[in-house]
């Protein structure tokens, strides 16, 4: 199953580090592939250091994919994590 | 004499500081790069494994050592350096690398990180997230250094209050500095959200970058992290002001000045460690009950403490424990080391170290010990000897002492050496106190060079060999103080205290955190601790009990 969804980066500092850390550690032990897109880059989600090549600042849309079987699981629970600004300001 | 001049640069950490600069170099190392045959790539690759996880072990070593500071912030910024660890990029394209390229290691490794930074660079405009780099560059230093053969030492010893200067300062370079050796920090290069910067102003070390750092001459300065300027050649009236706003500033860090207690009552004494007269209006201030270790060879520049003459020792000495106001004071006597003043003595000192100098080159003790006797007129004098290894050194010590005056003063050993720690019952009959540094002790028990990783020793202090040390002079009858960097780590207070000590000496800025701890720790259950702890074969299983 792919699924695709638009998430919008709700925290005043942006995809920084301790997003990103957080968003590694999420999908750790996930099956299903994960990409984000963002200015026409596509990059594999599960990579820290990727996140952080976007640069993704407050109010940006990022495309996420999710592709595997428990792709929808995995959307929510990133969807929330951008809702929750990272349990930042 | 040179004029006083200011260079301005941005604040990055606030404080005040006034010291010397040490130059730090970002010269890299030179990484071999050679060709490898099919056959020894699975090799390369089990290489790199280890690499990654040696540096996964520094790391979550250093976190909990964070942890334990309080400093949130450097904690998330080690965390996200241990998921680095993990990155696809960093584990599986390295590795098919490797495979493809057919070359060492480190030589691949560089090339996947040169691509990554170029790529990073072309991606991101942005200098919020270009200091993110930073972060890749200082990991990529770690892994590399556990690639080498001998791992090197991340950061060379520097001399007590050193102001740092480098083009850049890595997070690692700036957890990894000794708080009492590096008081500020100066860089060309660094922005305010670097996490060095970051780690900085968690531990209160004032920090400006953005200076010209070729400017810096080898001379007293002042580094003002307020207004982000380094004023060098001060004038007398610069300095002036300068102390008055650093101890301004001190002022309101104090917040424990309470006497250091346990929960169910257990009363634990916590000393100061001082290298120098700049340090004595802080001890007051810190809350602690004297000074625990007076190192006597900081005192006078360099070689000029050795050779100081009766008098100007005694005038010094007699300052430092007027201004305890009848607080016991320790005096270490010199303690010439293998590497320091080394260069000042025409004779060669192998081996000759501490006491073992002190007894070859008995003038110098016995002005010492003169200058000491005559001291105590005014206050609470104890004399602490150095680098003890055979008691026949203490015996031979004592009656020095009682050949100079017949005044009764309180005699200590420093237990740093293993042969001490195992005589330590005989010692302890023929000396009224004993002081364990942890420092030598850990390096002479766990047979490191000094070459040795600095981030290692983070594992160190809780090896099972040190806490069954510790554990056999506490429990002797005695008088027992911790005085090495073990004891100004709050995490580990609660577990000395299980293993029974009862006194503490560290630097005077870490004394309220310490007492802090103290008063929220339950004697019975720190007793608990320590047993449950002296079971565990291993420093790993050792730090997973503290951390729960």
């Known amino acids: 199953m792919k699924i695709t969804c638009k998430v919008k980066i709700k925290n005043n500092l942006g995809l920084h580090a301790r997003p990103a850390t957080i968003i590694a550690k999420l999908l750790q032990s996930v099956k299903s592939s994960v990409s984000f897109t963002y200015k026409k880059e596509t990059i594999n989600a599960k990579s820290i250091m990727s996140i952080l090549m976007l640069a993704a600042r407050k109010n940006s849309l990022i495309t996420v994919v999710t592709d595997g079987d428990d792709a929808q699981e995995i959307m929510t629970k990133i969807q929330e994590a951008f809702e929750n600004k990272f349990g930042e300001a | 004499m040179r004029e006083e001049e200011i260079l301005h640069g ?6 005040v500081a006034i010291g010397t600069p040490f130059f730090l170099s970002n010269q890299e190392e030179e990484t071999p790069e050679f060709e490898i045959t099919i056959s020894e790539v699975d090799e390369e690759i089990a290489r790199y494994r280890n690499a990654l996880f040696s540096s996964k072990e520094d790391l979550e070593l250093i976190q909990c050592t964070l942890e334990g500071e309080g400093s949130e912030d450097a904690v998330t910024i080690i965390d996200t350096h241990i998921q680095m660890l993990k990155d696809p990029m960093m584990t599986v394209t ?3 690398k490797i495979r493809q390229m057919k070359q060492n290691t480190e030589a691949v490794f560089k090339s ?4 990554y930074e170029n790529r990073f660079f ?14 890749v560059n200082d990991l990529s230093k770690r892994i590399l250094r556990h690639l080498g053969k001998k791992p090197k030492k991340a950061v060379i010893d520097i001399p007590h209050n050193s102001i740092l200067v480098a083009r850049v300062l890595t ?9 009492e050796c590096a008081i500020g920090f100066i ?11 970051l780690i900085a102003r968690g531990r209160g070390i004032p920090f400006v970058s953005g200076i010209d750092i070729s400017k810096i001459l080898v001379s007293p300065l002042i580094l003002n992290g307020i207004k982000g300027k380094v004023i060098l050649n001060p004038t007398s009236k ?4 300068s102390k008055k706003i650093r101890t301004a500033l001190k002022k309101q860090e104090i917040i424990v000045l309470e006497k250091a207690e346990t929960i169910d009552g257990h009363k634990i004494k916590v000393f100061a460690n001082v290298g120098n007269l700049n340090d004595l209006d802080l001890i007051h201030e810190s809350g602690a009950e004297g000074i625990g270790l007076f190192r006597t060879e900081y005192l006078f520049s360099h070689h000029v403490s050795l050779f100081a003459s009766e008098e100007e020792q005694y005038e010094i000495y007699c300052k430092i424990i007027q201004s305890m106001k009848g607080l016991p004071v320790v005096f270490r006597v010199f303690d010439v080391g293998a590497d320091k003043y080394v260069e000042f003595f025409k004779e060669p000192l192998e081996g000759l170290r501490g006491i073992r100098f002190l007894l070859t080159r008995r003038e110098i003790f016995i002005t010492q010990l003169s200058a000491l006797t005559r001291a105590t007129e005014h206050g609470d004098v104890r004399i602490l000897l150095p680098f003890i290894s055979d008691i026949h050194e203490l015996l031979e010590s004592k009656k020095i002492l009682s050949e100079i005056s017949n005044k009764k003063i309180p005699l200590g050993c420093m237990i740093e050496l293993p042969s001490a720690v195992l005589t330590s019952d005989f010692l302890s009959k023929e000396c009224d106190f004993l002081s364990i540094g942890t420092n030598d002790l850990i390096q002479y028990s766990l047979g490191l060079d000094r070459a040795s990783s600095y981030t290692d020793e983070l594992f160190q202090p809780i090896h099972p060999s040190i806490l069954r040390m510790v554990n056999i002079v506490a ?4 008088p027992v103080t911790i005085c090495g960097e073990i004891a100004s780590n709050p995490l580990l207070i609660p577990l000395l205290i299980g293993l029974g000590i009862k006194e503490f000496s560290a630097s005077p800025r870490f004394i309220p955190a310490i007492k802090k701890v103290i008063q929220n720790t339950k004697f019975s259950d720190a007793q608990i601790l320590a047993q449950k702890a002296l079971m565990l074969p291993t420093a790993r299983e050792i730090a997973r009990l503290i951390e729960e």
């Open chain 2, 187 to 197: 860089t060309e290069k660094g922005g305010e959200n670097s996490h060095a910067a």
């Open chain 2, 10 to 15: 941005i604040s990055l950490s606030e404080g």
């Open chain 2, 171 to 179: 997070p690692s370079d700036v957890i990894s500095l000794p708080v």
């Open chain 2, 122 to 135: 072309s991606a991101t405009k942005d200098l919020f997230f270009q200091e993110r780099m930073a972060d």
């Open chain 2, 238 to 241: 610069t300095l002036a002001a």
């Open chain 2, 475 to 478: 429990g002797l009858q005695k």
């Open chain 2, 112 to 115: 996947v990180i040169t691509d």
């Open chain 2, 94 to 96: 390295v590795e098919e």
